[in-house]
């Protein structure tokens, strides 16, 4: 399984731009990035996952340089609902390979 | 759609005691996941399932056993609690061809005294 490792925590303004990165060097052909968010006392929730290049949704971009040995999840315009728990992982499909979740990043916004 | 439901949402065990962690889904997902959560730290795989009728180990198995009892439910069950067990359990499942968009149920927040 490919390791993953994020920054522990982050602050941010209410308003501004947030970019988590993380590294994943052992990252194998078939593994997709995959991030989630996890508020307290709720189980995480899915927010975007890709392959490379660049991905975005309603909620975040996710972009992934050629050689795919990191990610950054791009959260635009925080606000203090998004004061959460940000968790990085790689891994093929279900039922051949779990996700293994880390840490992850605890993102506090500030008004 | 209730999406993944779990039951009790807390519960209070002496050493020793045992119980079964019910989990369900009704999105006719294939894989099911059981993780534990620990204060200040990511979720640990404690087993999962691939599909109906398999069961496989995941990070911390010790002190564990599950059932899929049939596509919806799979359960957890600690037959000797010990207080290393205290923990929030979540329960997740996954669609069949996509990986890594698991659904997570609200939780169960255990105490094992």
């Known amino acids: 399984l490919a390791k993953t490792t994020q920054p522990i925590s982050m602050d941010s303004y209410e308003g501004q731009e947030v970019n988590i990165t993380c590294s994943h060097n052992?990252?194998?052909?078939?593994?997709?990035i995959t991030w989630y968010q996890q508020f307290p006392s709720q189980g995480p929730r899915f927010i975007i996952q890709?392959?490379?290049t660049k991905v975005t949704n309603e909620v975040a971009s996710l972009f992934i340089p050629a050689d795919r040995k990191s990610s950054t999840l791009s959260l635009p315009r925080v606000s203090l609902s998004d004061t959460a728990v940000y968790y990085c992982?790689?891994?093929?499909?279900?039922?051949?390979?779990?996700?293994?979740f880390g840490k992850g990043t605890r993102l506090s916004v500030i008004a | 759609n209730a999406g993944v439901t779990q039951t009790p949402k807390f519960q209070v065990l002496k050493t020793g005691q045992s119980m079964t962690l019910q989990c369900a889904q009704d999105m006719n997902h294939n894989s099911m996941y059981w993780y534990r959560q620990d204060p200040g730290m990511g979720l640990r795989l404690i087993y999962y399932s691939a599909s109906e009728g398999t069961t496989d180990k995941g990070e911390v198995p010790n002190g564990y056993n599950v059932s899929r009892l049939n596509k919806r439910e799979f359960s957890l069950r600690l037959e000797s609690a010990a207080p290393s067990q205290t923990s929030v359990y979540f329960c997740?499942?996954?669609?069949?061809?996509?990986?890594?968009?698991?659904?997570f149920g609200p939780g169960t927040r255990l105490t094992v005294t």
């Open positions: 992982l790689v891994g093929d499909r279900p039922g051949n390979t779990p996700l293994v």
């Open positions: 890709g392959y490379k």
């Open positions: 997740a499942s996954t669609p069949r061809g996509l990986m890594g968009e698991q659904y």
């Open positions: 052992n990252i194998a052909t078939n593994d997709y």
